[in-house]
């Protein structure tokens, strides 16, 4: 009679079968169960503060494609982990996030590390919670949680497991389910879009992030050029799905009610693809469309169908509705392609002292870089400056948070590296982070040493939180404090997460130290102090 496998083994079975070996965690007590007898043919990635653990997974399973496993420590370790929950949570990155219980016994009075009401505190920042009602039904919650996590539209699930659970006796081995991730689009509703696409004398046309998510780059690229439209990125994109050099890239679009009004109009057809109708912030009031311009949405989310305060939606897998909109669409022969954003590199190189303009950082950077380099980008007041000289040019090779909060940048970054490694690419990640953003998971460093990974950190040193003073300026909000920050020191700082420094004092020093970076075994930081640069919001 075979062996009765354990709880412990059957789930780490089905693990492997659907290609989760890789675990990013930070061991606690409750989840040392889990984590005995680590196999090893796993990889545990270790960070030091649960909401770099959660955002580098983020990164990782963005950039592989594929889910990733993250390990928490009870109430506790997910409270720490919120904030990067969010962002996953907006970026439909697909986590199956896991956190330790207390043993079942003990429940009822309210233990030590006990999480009373564990599946409540994640929400609404996941697709599911569940803790299972009995150790045997664990393997089957992983499954589910599986599918949850990768229908779309994708996002992160959530798993508490009473730390007993572990090594008790599994009922057999798991059920190993699929499912689609692709949902086809209404054929008839689609027709009727294409069709008012057709008829449009002045189309604008958005591609969003989810565009870039689902491999559908070269999809939009193909119907942009067909539809001889210019095309617009939406405020704040957490990802780009648009060559920023091709001629029809017109720029992101401002944040705010009236300012898109403003910036669509004379256009009498907005069509809107894997976007959100709009990401508002912050509330300046103005009619949503100006008069006489119509909006088509087209989304994997269902919720931002819904959310639209314009248009009309339709709910539709992007790469379906991209090669179907290429064969329906048909467009009128004289129209003439518009003028994108104009670029002149042909100057010299900007030559100066620290502190630096971010324009002539993003201009040195842009003439020493990999063609292939991706950039991770929490500079969120120098996004401009590197549209302007760092264009993305790639699927798969701009990344942002899909949240409003700071301090996912770093992580997202390691995690996009080991992501990269464990599909066997190698390009050299870039991080434009500021000076503030880089304080809220420094720790994360310290796991891109570790793991020797070829990361370059650039930190804008301009001692404030400039973006904050953009606002209260907008918001007419004097006096406000805190948003000023002195005496840091992030070389010395980084040194000490094992890390490669240099602060740099010149443009000719950044060149420098920014090559010597791309020769490096291993990440190094950057700091180049910066003058106040308040961005527009309006």
């Known amino acids: 009679m075979a062996e009765m496998k354990s709880i412990h083994e059957v789930t780490y079975d089905l693990l492997r079968t659907l290609g989760l070996t890789t675990v990013f965690g930070n061991p606690g ?184 998510r689902a491999g559908a780059w070269d999809a939009g690229v193909a119907f942009a050029e067909k539809l001889r439209a210019p095309v617009r990125s939406g405020p704040l994109a957490p990802r780009c799905s648009f060559p920023e050099d091709h001629p029809l890239y017109a720029g992101p679009l401002p944040l705010t009610i009236a300012g898109i009004s403003q910036a669509v109009k004379g256009f009498d057809l907005v069509i809107v693809i894997g976007a959100q109708v709009f990401s508002y912030y912050p509330f300046v009031a103005g009619d949503y469309l100006p008069e006489g311009t ?41 129209r003439h392609a518009p003028p994108g954003l104009s670029r002149d590199f042909s100057g010299e190189l900007p030559v100066g002292s620290a502190p630096l303009l971010p324009n002539d950082v993003y201009a040195v950077l842009s003439s020493v870089k990999p063609d292939d380099a991706a950039v991770v980008m929490e500079s969120t007041s120098t996004l401009a400056d590197l549209i302007q000289w760092w264009p993305t040019r790639r699927p798969g090779s701009f990344f942002a948070t899909g949240s409003g909060g700071i301090g996912w940048g770093v992580p997202a970054a390691v995690g996009i590296a080991l992501g990269d490694r464990a599909r066997g690419v190698t390009r050299t990640i870039v991080a434009s982070i500021g000076d503030g953003s880089f304080q809220y998971s420094i720790q994360a460093i310290w796991t891109a040493a570790q793991h020797k990974l070829p990361i370059v950190f650039v930190v804008q040193r301009n001692g404030e939180y400039c973006v904050l003073k953009s606002f209260a300026l907008l918001e007419e909000t004097p006096n406000v404090p805190g948003l000023d920050l002195p005496d840091l020191d992030i070389a010395s700082l980084a040194t000490g997460f094992g890390c490669r420094t240099a602060n740099v004092a010149s443009t000719e020093e950044l060149a420098q130290e920014f090559k010597a970076a791309l020769e490096a075994d291993g990440p190094t930081v950057l700091v180049v102090p910066t003058q106040s640069h308040l961005p527009a919001l309006g």
Not at 184 to 204: G, H, K, V, Y
């Open 29 to 212: 007590s409750t989840e040392q169960t889990f984590l005995q007898n680590f196999p090893d043919d796993f990889t545990y990635i270790l960070g030091l503060q649960e909401a770099s653990v959660l955002a580098m997974a983020d990164g990782f399973a963005q950039s592989t494609g594929t889910p990733a496993l993250v390990n928490l420590h009870t109430a506790a370790g997910t409270g720490n982990a919120m904030g990067s929950l969010v962002a996953a949570y907006r970026a439909n990155t697909p986590l199956i996030v896991t956190a330790g219980q207390q043993t079942r016994e003990m429940s009822l009075c309210d233990p030590y590390l006990n999480n009373p009401d564990a599946t409540v505190m994640p929400q609404p920042w996941v697709k599911w919670a569940y803790e299972p009602a009995r150790a045997e039904d664990v393997p089957a919650a992983f499954m589910r949680a599986y599918a949850v996590a990768t229908q779309p539209p994708a996002g992160p699930v959530f798993l508490s497991i009473p730390l007993d659970d572990w090594n008790k006796p599994a009922l057999g081995p798991a059920v190993v389910r699929t499912v689609s991730h692709r949902v086809q689009p209404d054929a008839q509703r689609l027709r009727e879009f294409a069709a008012r696409i057709s008829r449009a004398e002045r189309p604008l046309l958005v591609l969003g992030p989810e565009v870039d």
């Open 294 to 334: 119509g909006l088509l949405q087209i989304t994997v989310d269902p919720h931002l169908a819904a959310v639209a305060p314009v248009g009309d939606s339709l709910v539709g897998d992007m790469n379906a509705v991209l090669e179907q909109l290429l064969e329906l669409v048909e467009v009128p022969a004289d």
